[in-house]
């Protein structure tokens, strides 16, 4: 069975400093590893996903195989960076994605 | 585009009563996925149709049950209704459900039972 693990429920941070969501998957095949956010009163909205490699609002996130783990990070956060965060995994045996927790991130002024 | 969009956003039922959710994708886009958000379980998936076939299913019991029309509009239905099927019932589309594929999410039905 693959699951998904943010071990942060809520995370502050000051607006200039960096900022890491913690995420830890468990598959042994390959999956494929994604970032939602939702930010307030808005709809659930992709963030990145690993096999596009790209960054998105100063985002990046770096699939470590070896640790399964998927963290999102960001060098200097921003007030507006301030919603709920979701990792998510699908694979090719199972194409639905299995969401973790999620992480409330607030950027304090 | 427009976006995925769902019907009702909002949604009060009482227990026993039976409640059909309904949900159109982005065009052109065939797979369809159903999924819960509870505070207590988070995002959950229901099941997955794709060009009118029901593809995958979450684990929930029998009185969740959904379809997809040839236009790629979904349905879901929840039978029986208990006070737990309280939820945000988020709809999903993307181009082919591969699972690389991103998957694009609608604003939700909010169902209360009371």
């Known amino acids: 069975a693959q699951r998904v693990t943010q071990p942060e429920k809520l995370l502050s941070v000051f607006k200039g400093a960096p900022v890491e969501l913690k995420c830890n998957y468990s598959?042994?095949?390959?999956?494929?590893l994604f970032w939602y956010v939702q930010y307030s009163r808005q709809r659930l909205q992709l963030l990145l996903r690993?096999?596009s490699r790209e960054s998105i609002k100063g985002f990046t996130a770096d699939l470590n195989k070896g640790e399964t783990s998927f963290h999102l990070k960001k060098p200097f956060a921003q007030e507006e960076d301030s919603a709920m965060y979701y990792c998510?995994?699908?694979?090719?045996?199972?194409?639905?994605?299995?969401f973790g927790s999620g992480t409330q991130l607030t950027v304090l002024p | 585009k427009a976006g995925v969009t769902q019907t009702p956003r909002y949604l009060i039922k009482t227990r026993g009563q039976q409640v059909t959710l309904s949900c159109s994708p982005i065009s052109g886009h065939r797979s369809v996925s159903w999924y819960q958000q509870t505070p207590g379980q988070g995002l959950q998936f229901l099941f997955e149709y794709f060009s009118e076939t029901q593809r995958n299913k979450g684990n929930f019991p029998g009185r969740f049950s959904g379809r997809q029309f040839s236009n790629s509009r979904s349905e879901m239905n929840v039978s029986t209704l208990e006070l737990g099927d309280s939820a945000l019932y988020l709809c999903?589309?993307?181009?082919?459900?591969?699972?690389?594929?991103?998957?694009?999410f609608g604003p939700g039905t909010r169902l209360t039972v009371l």
């Open positions: 999903a589309s993307s181009e082919s459900g591969y699972y690389t594929d991103t998957q694009y």
């Open positions: 690993h096999i």
């Open positions: 998510a995994l699908t694979s090719g045996s199972a194409r639905q994605l299995t």
């Open positions: 598959y042994s095949g390959s999956p494929e």
